[in-house]
């Protein structure tokens, strides 16, 4: 790893951390020596980089720190394209837009020695089998989601019974061929995660959910935990 790397790396792990971190862990992780993850973080200080701490007891980043945000390792770049990747191939239309474009950006900005990361990457996301329609616009139900408004839906369950139910959005999952919507039901009083193929119709209110979207998202973890589900 050259070492302009490594100091970047060494500020990555400073900055996704809120408690101390020992140069014995910095070192595990870079796969390097504590000699150099000392010295290294010598150079970062007298750089003004706002490090805290001292050898033996652990070092925290400044929570103010910034850093332009597109000084990126191969690493990333490919991590980066292959999500933008995938997005495009199952997102919805402005979704998969977006992450067109992403691609387009970081390709324009990052140094040009690391262009060929983004142009001709060593990983790829195939192509995947035609998703089932949705039957909502998801942009509009991203919206929701952010703003904390409610849902008016039809809903055609497996055995092909159909339901009207107000719901509050809460996360919207990509599957291989179809999408889910999480909500809290207001006719079942619970979460319920519903397949937007089966959704006919749809109304988005200007009525705001009875919390804020984040509680809601909370609320729905918790009720995922007690479950024994994966959350995404």
Known sequence: MRRADRLFQIIQILRRS??????????EELETSRRSVYRDIADLIGQRVPIRGEAGLGYVLDSDYDMPPLMLTPDELEAAVLGAQWVADKGDAVLAGAARDLIAKIATVVPERLRPFVSNPTVGAPLSRASLPDGLDIARARASIRNGHKIRIRYRNEREEESERVIWPTVIGYAETVRLLAAWCELRQDFRHFRIDRISAATFLDERIGCRPA????????HMEAQGLRLP
């Open 18 to 27: 809120t408690h101390p971190i020992t140069a014995s862990r910095i070192a």
């Open 215 to 222: 509680e809601l998202r909370s609320r729905w973890k918790r």
